[in-house]
């Protein structure tokens, strides 16, 4: 198979996820400004808690947020420089380590211009931008390296800012009845995350001085539950072949349903992304020219890399159709939220976090992905300096061609640090499996 590369795009992004591109970017500049706006301001990483705060009248900061932001800007290098200044080695997941870079740079900031406004002395270097926090909140489920990375911000801020640490148990299914979403297993931990959510709703009282917002918390995930019911139809609608829209659509909406305010306009954005769908079914348009195989990404995206692969991908003839990472996750159950009573759903999505799952959990939802996209491949992006991701891929890939004879590669990368890729080695892999696919479908004729 020999592909001239990049000779031209075959790719046909949707236009509307631009929208979104805005609404992220006007959310971040109106974070930078927080601080001369009076707001409480708290980091956070892991779940999205956003609505938490959003009723608790806080301004928010989500940490691998800001530092996939910076990785899609190629802008990560201050931040990631300054933490290994500081002293955090290279094996550290990316997004810790450049979000730990940004606390330095934010720390360093507020102590030479004393005006609470990051980066004043250094506007050109958006990594030191950020608003300095009033306390954290860590709220990460299957990943260990959220504690610790809240817990070194700690030390960074001169060990004086309270933080709250969330406990998501990890839904091992383990039990004869537990499946995704079922047993006793899954009652148990729900009921364990909600009440973690009802101590995080005091701390916030008692960080805020004020009485927590229920009706504003109501309010915003009704918005939220109607957003991520459009997001989902319009998934759903690319199960048809050839695609309408890809993964890396997908992708570029992640910012919208993960951390912006619940309002009508996350709702009116979602809308306008289910219509542009619906309107290249009607006009037969589809995300990449001459489809011929639909491939299944498994792994976080390497955020450097994001319109380099989906070039790369389609240059193959190859739609990128769904993932893991964005497929299950980011309210994708909004039938489990109650507007009126939200708190057990929201805990509940916190749990289904794809990498809170034991491997029985993650066979039911790759088997039924595959089914329901028609997937001919995955790819597993071995995220380089995410374990919590890359833990059970080998045994995924041994399941899908097991049980559904899906062949797959794996390609190295990382989340927020590009020297983890190798660009002869992707290409090696990717055309080594399209070739495995030819021969399976040449010996399906026979
Ligand atoms: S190691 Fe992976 S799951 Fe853990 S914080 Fe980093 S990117 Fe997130």
Redesign the pocket.
Known sequence: MQTELFQKDKTNKLSSTRVGGKMTADYWENIFTAKERGKHVVWY?GAAMNPLFQAAGLEWCHG?AFAARLAAQHLEEPAQAAGAEYGYIGEL?S??RTHLGCAVLTQQSRTESETGVVGLLDQKELAAKLPAPDFFVNG?A??S??QQ?DAMTYRVFDRKLPVFNVSLPMLWGNKPDAGYMRGEEWVEVSDYAEGQLRELITFLEHQTGRPFDWDVLSESMSFIKRASELRLEAMQLCTHAPTPATYWDWVASIAPINFLPGNQALVDYFAGVKAEIEQRLRDGVSAVKDERYRVYFDG?MNWNKLGFLTRKFAEYDVSVVAGRYTHESFWQEPQLIDVDNPLRGMAQHYLLCP?NHGLKNLQELLLRRLDEYAIDGIAFHS?R?????TNPQTMLAKTAERERGVKSFFFEGD?ADASFYNDELFDSRLEAMLEAIDVQRTKSLV
């Open positions: 990483n691998e997941c997004y810790a990460y299957g990943c390296t959220g990375w976080i990498l995220t300096t995410c374990r919590a991701m989340v």
